[in-house]
């Protein structure tokens, strides 16, 4: 009787298909480095293509300002916290990006650094993907969602923007203490063997929770790999990133493609409006900033909880955070 059970079983499981994992989906990635024009100069932005086998959508990821191209892809636990792998599983292919003056790009003099500079090296970067891809997205974490709000908004290129970890609405009252924990890069121990200009500012040493994290969980692992891969950034970008977003006629007006805001509670980009955006819950956050894009077609929103400014780093709602940007991007 165990034995013809055993062999009924066998031959049923010859017939019921098994869901594929979700890593099934074969991924290649090349390094790719870009030859843009910036303003008045010639420079090089790197970036890393991962093309999930079939993929027709490519979005162009750009981090925030002392962050590289790993931020989108965190070997701490990657399996919960990389945007990258999260998007190639699910067929869509990612291309993140090192903004100039950062990670393997070009470093020119900090103040050729600025934000419009920056939006047209990722135009030219989308307009070299183009011919791969029948959707292109843009997206973005703190200054680089500056950088892709202002590259969508003067290119109208790209069928989608992705704005993570900055909103229209700033609460100057947490974002200035926040800026006061960098110093030049002149100055760091690790980084001022670069030889770059004291224009580009990172992180004082030890100082990447606060700034960063908090009240996040301090995970020393997350911590250790943050203080040894922390980069450099321009402090003239920073400064064009405020001008085209709270004081000159934000780059947001522009935008003619969809929009997702992904933000997290505990960040100083959220709070009581004007002082930073409503993130009480999604629908809050959607409705909050919903006015800042009058000429975008479609506004979403979503929000993580318990998690400072960098929540790429966030266990916890990350898969809830990843799928929905999956759905999006499928939607629209």
């Excluded at 200054?143 to 109208?156: D, F, P, Q, R």
């Excluded at 450099?232 to 977003?245: D, G, K, P, Q, R």
């Amino acid at each position: 009787m165990r034995l013809r059970r055993l062999c009924a079983a066998a031959l049923l499981a010859l017939f019921v298909p098994v869901p594929a994992p979700a890593n099934a989906v074969e991924t290649s990635c090349q390094d790719v480095y870009t030859p843009v024009a910036f303003g008045l100069t010639q420079q090089t932005m790197y970036g890393s293509l991962c093309v999930p086998q079939g993929a027709t959508t490519v979005q162009v990821l750009v981090p925030g300002g002392t962050y590289t191209t790993a931020y989108w892809d965190i070997p701490v636990e990657p399996e919960v916290r990389s945007v990258r792998q999260a998007m190639n599983h699910a067929g869509i292919a990612t291309m993140t990006v090192d903004r100039i003056g950062s990670g393997r790009s070009s470093k020119p003099l900090s103040a050729l650094i600025n934000t419009p500079n920056q939006a047209q090296a990722v135009h030219q970067v989308i307009q070299n993907l183009r011919p791969q891809f029948q959707k292109v997205l843009v997206g973005g974490h703190s200054i680089g969602s500056a950088v892709a709000l202002a590259e969508a908004g003067t290119y109208h290129d790209v069928d989608g923007v992705l704005t993570t970890g900055m909103a229209d609405q700033w609460d100057y009252t947490r974002v200035v203490p926040a800026l006061t924990g960098l110093i030049p890069v002149t100055l760091d121990p690790k980084l001022s063997r670069l030889g770059l200009d004291p224009g580009y500012l990172t992180t004082a040493p030890g100082g990447r929770y606060d700034t960063f994290h908090k009240p996040g969980p301090l995970n020393q692992a997350v911590i250790d790999y943050e203080e040894s891969t922390k980069d450099a950034f321009s402090s003239n970008e920073s400064v064009t990133a405020i001008l085209m977003n709270n004081i000159v006629i934000p780059s947001s007006r522009s935008i003619t493609a969809p929009v997702m805001s992904v933000q997290s509670s505990a960040d100083y980009f959220c709070g009581t409006p004007p002082l930073g955006a409503d993130c009480s819950s999604s629908a809050a956050l959607a409705a909050s900033e919903r006015p800042f894009f009058p000429n975008a077609p479609r506004f979403d929103a979503f929000v993580l909880n318990g998690y400072g400014h960098c929540f790429n780093f966030a266990a916890q709602d990350a898969d809830a955070y990843h799928a929905a940007v999956i759905a999006w991007q499928r939607s629209i």
